[in-house]
């Protein structure tokens, strides 16, 4: 960061969420990469709503402009039942994006901002590749009993989430 920063700076909270965000980031997408190989359906689809409410995280703070790259490029390269010019459409739109924000970074020189776009996208990759595992179908074409059961689930996860996020005043 103080190769491409314009003005630096580091505390320890900031560095612990970060940290906190991430891990929780792979825990869950490791979670659901474990459930899909022993074959999970509904604990499945638990784990990916509720891996993808904890995943926004991730895009609190200056993490808010990687939001639009890293959802459309991990839903584009996940979702394979999806058609290939939708996948292609959101895999170019998240990267022509990244190249967006870099590009737009003020008082950069010519050399900071190639070694800023260089490890953005290295890191957009690896944080696609992970969100990619909670995006990726879960359910087969067939199941229909019981899928009433996503909608509403995923709607009371997103609440929870938000109600993390927001939180009560007491």
């Known amino acids: 960061m103080r190769l491409v920063s ?22 869950m997408a490791g979670l659901v990469t474990a459930g899909r190989r022993r074959g ?56 022509a994006v990244a190249v967006a924000v870099v590009v737009t970074i003020p008082d950069l020189t010519l050399p900071r901002r190639l070694v800023a776009l260089t490890a953005y996208l290295l890191l957009c990759t690896v944080e696609v590749a ?3 595992r909670l995006y990726a179908p879960s359910l087969p074409r067939g199941l229909l009993p019981g899928r009433w059961l996503v909608v509403p689930l995923a709607v ?3 609440l929870l989430g938000g109600l993390a996020l927001v939180g009560i005043r007491t």
């Open 40 to 95: 999970w359906r509904w604990r499945l689809v638990a784990g990916r709503g509720a891996g993808i409410v904890l995943s926004l995280g991730c895009f609190t703070g200056a993490g808010a402009l990687m939001l639009p790259t890293i959802v459309p490029a991990a839903l584009g390269w996940a979702r394979t039942d999806w058609s290939r010019r939708l996948r292609a459409g959101l895999l170019l739109s998240g990267g």
């Open 130 to 132: 992970v969100m990619a």
């Open 6 to 27: 314009t003005d630096p700076g580091f505390s320890w909270s900031g560095t612990g969420y970060v940290v906190g965000a991430f891990t929780v980031l792979g825990a």
């Open 156 to 158: 009371v996860l997103a």
